[in-house]
T-cell receptor, first 113, second 118 residues
């Protein structure tokens, strides 16, 4: 079963609006990462938040992490058409001994001009 | 800087044929990952190498799949014989782990190989 599950599966908004995507996971994590994937391309790393952090910012991105609820959210403010992509959360499981990540199935974001 | 380079970008072949996918990781990275992406199953980790050594191959579907990393700058994923259910996009990713098991580093993905088995 998936460690990370994104919600919603798809999101359609207008340029200038904010977009919020959520991720829930099942086991304790070392960190949680968000990636973007444009159509026909590979995934691109956006931001990493460690398990002892609650919030992190990078430009128009804001990520929160609630380890008690095993959930994270990605907020994109003032969205642009170029933000149209799929967004994935990925979790690094605590004490796994590995450098591997488990990815969710993603949220498909469409930003209309 | 050159990113992760995968070849070919597209591969169409008939069932039963051998398929070889290639990956050149980012120079200096010591961890390499092969993933498979489908609509139904999402992104699945197939195998993970650290310092050219396979560490976890539990995601490899079956014996028809094999992966090698003969040196730090090259890896292959081979399917023999191929089947229609192997059709997917295959990604290679690399990262720099400063300690074995460290996961606090981002992974850098290639643009994938879109594989179609007829």
């Amino acid at each position: 079963s998936q460690q990370g599950e994104e919600d919603p599966q798809a999101l359609s908004i207008q340029e200038g609006e904010n977009a919020t995507m959520n991720c829930s996971y099942k086991t304790s994590i070392n960190n949680l990462q968000w990636y973007r994937q444009n159509s026909g391309r590979g995934l691109v790393h956006l931001i990493l938040i460690r398990s002892n952090e609650r919030e992190k910012h990078s430009g128009r991105l804001r990520v929160t992490l609630d380890t008690s609820k095993k959930s994270s959210s990605l907020l994109i403010t003032a969205s642009r058409a170029a933000d149209t992509a799929s967004y994935f959360c990925a979790t690094a499981i605590r004490d796994s001994g590995y450098s591997t990540l488990t990815f969710g199935k993603g949220t498909m974001l469409l930003v209309s001009p | 800087d050159a990113g992760v380079i995968q070849s070919p970008r597209h591969e169409v072949t008939e069932m039963g044929q051998e398929v070889t996918l290639r990956c050149k990781p980012i120079s200096g990275h010591n961890s390499l990952f092969w993933y498979r992406q489908t609509m139904m199953r999402g992104l699945e980790l197939l195998i993970y190498f650290n310092n050219n050594v396979p560490i976890d191959d539990s995601g490899m579907p079956e014996d028809r799949f094999s992966a090698k990393m003969p040196n730090a700058s090259f890896s292959t994923l081979k399917i023999q014989p191929s089947e229609p259910r192997d059709s997917a996009v295959y990604f290679c990713a690399s990262s720099l782990s400063r300690a074995f098991g460290e996961s606090n580093q981002p992974q850098h993905f290639g643009d994938g190989t879109r594989l179609s088995i007829l």
